[in-house]
T-cell receptor
Framework: GENVEQHPSTLSVQEGDSAVIKCTYSDSASNYFPWYKQELGKGPQLIIDIRSNVGEKKDQRIAVTLNKTAKHFSLHITETQPEDSAVYFCAAIPSIFGNEKLTFGTGTRLTIIP | NAGVTQTPKFRVLKTGQSMTLLCAQDMNHEYMYWYRQDPGMGLRLIHYSVGEGTTAKGEVPDGYNVSRLKKQNFLLGLESAAPSQTSVYFC?????????????FGEGSRLTVL
């Protein structure tokens, strides 16, 4: 099955600086890579996703890049703000059609230092 | 619009007791999932359902049972609770194929087994 590794497990950045979280996956047939943000006491919420036919996708201050050859994808947050403090999860779809299981990374706790 | 609702939000059990977690979604989604979240281990899939009357095992199904008698409800049961089942449980739902839909999560149910 799919295996998703996520780094770092914790990340602290000064407000206004950029944050980067990286994930690698094992199944070369995986084709959908979402990122979820989990605020304290809440369930994860989708913030951005990318498909295998796209190398980069942006949505205001967040962007995701995908390198299918190297089997890794990254989340970039620019001009970080206090409300960006949360746990972020990457995920990937396994290659078997109809399996319908999303494999998550182990999460990154991002802290924005005012 | 309530989205995904989990009950109860908190529960303390003694070893060997049984309980059921209820997940209800009002978005008419076909797919529903139960995850557990433990420190440093991310979100691990327990069981899932691709439609009313169907269930399937996920990554960590042992010690749990599920039922999907109605499309909007997905129940997670613990027949004989163990301390290893102390965790935060999240229910999620999505519409259609995983390649096209996002997961909508509930706010979680914190279970402690003494």
């Amino acid at each position: 099955g799919e295996n998703v590794e996520q780094h770092p497990s914790t990340l602290s950045v000064q407000e206004g600086d950029s944050a980067v979280i990286k994930c690698t996956y094992s199944d070369s047939a995986s084709n959908y890579f979402p990122w979820y943000k989990q605020e304290l006491g809440k369930g994860p919420q989708l913030i951005i996703d990318i498909r295998s036919n796209v190398g980069e996708k942006k949505d205001q201050r967040i962007a995701v890049t995908l390198n299918k050859t190297a089997k890794h994808f990254s989340l970039h947050i620019t001009e970080t703000q206090p409300e960006d403090s949360a746990v972020y999860f990457c995920a990937a779809i396994p290659s078997i059609f109809g399996n319908e299981k999303l494999t998550f990374g182990t999460g990154t706790r991002l802290t924005i230092i005012p | 619009n309530a989205g995904v609702t989990q009950t109860p939000k908190f529960r303390v059990l003694k070893t060997g007791q049984s309980m059921t977690l209820l997940c209800a979604q009002d978005m008419n989604h076909e797919y529903m999932y139960w995850y557990r979240q433990d420190p440093g281990m991310g979100l691990r899939l327990i069981h899932y359902s691709v439609g009313e009357g169907t269930t399937a095992k996920g990554e960590v199904p042992d010690g749990y049972n599920v039922s999907r008698l109605k499309k909007q409800n997905f129940l997670l049961g613990l027949e004989s609770a163990a301390p290893s089942q102390t965790s935060v449980y999240f229910c999620a739902s999505r519409n259609g194929g995983l390649n096209t839909g996002e997961l909508f999560f509930g706010e979680g149910s914190r279970l402690t087994v003494l």
